[in-house]
């Protein structure tokens, strides 16, 4: 399993606060998060391979993106060292990659922002508009409510299609 729908089955996955009012947005900042930056830190990392966060990092490693896994359940992930936190890894983080509820997902958006991360980005299902807004202040880039291998598989059917 890759990522899960969206609990709340309303349609497509946004990324936009209520500030921005073009569907075309989420796409074109998920998009820039891709192009611009590869190395993704995988908060809430799993082992186990039928956990969406495996899956996903598995797709990323195949696209060329470095993945970092962060768990602190356990100390290697697909074969990378974890960490328990984002603030323990040693090297800098592109983007925060946050697998968690919505109401844990506040904290590692701070924590992202504590280690100077240059994105956020929120899977299908972790909505946090309150901690979106806090990376935005900061200059972060923010995707919420999307998954990273969805997004490439778009971008793929994209340019097989041109």
């Given at each position: 399993?890759?990522?899960?729908?969206s609990p709340l089955g309303t349609g497509p996955p946004?990324?936009?606060?209520?500030?921005?009012?073009?569907?075309?947005?989420?796409?074109?900042?998920?998009?820039?998060?891709?192009?611009?930056?590869?190395t993704f830190a995988v908060?809430?990392?799993?082992?186990?391979?039928?956990?969406?966060?495996?899956?996903?990092?598995?797709?990323?490693?195949?696209h060329g993106y470095?993945?970092?896994?962060?768990?602190?359940?356990a100390s290697e992930v697909r074969g990378h060292q974890?960490?328990?936190?984002?603030?323990s890894v040693p090297e800098p983080i592109d983007v925060v990659d946050i697998f968690r509820r919505s109401?844990?997902?506040?904290?590692?958006?701070?924590?992202?922002v504590a280690v100077g991360a240059r994105a956020v980005w929120m899977q299908l299902g972790v909505i946090d508009e309150a901690a979106a807004q806090r990376?935005?202040?900061?200059?972060?880039?923010?995707?919420?409510?999307?998954?990273?291998?969805?997004?490439?598989?778009r971008r793929e059917g994209e340019r097989a299609s041109a």
């Open positions: 399993m890759l990522c899960r729908p946004t990324t936009w606060s209520a500030t921005v009012r073009t569907p075309d947005e989420p796409t074109a900042v998920a998009d820039r998060i891709l192009d611009r930056y590869r908060v809430g990392a799993s082992n186990r391979p039928n956990r969406p966060s495996h899956g996903v990092m598995g797709v990323l490693e195949r470095h993945v970092i896994p962060v768990t602190p359940t974890a960490y328990p936190a984002l603030a109401d844990a997902a506040g904290e590692h958006v701070d924590e992202a990376a935005r202040d900061a200059g972060l880039e923010v995707v919420m409510d999307r998954c990273p291998a969805i997004e490439l598989s």
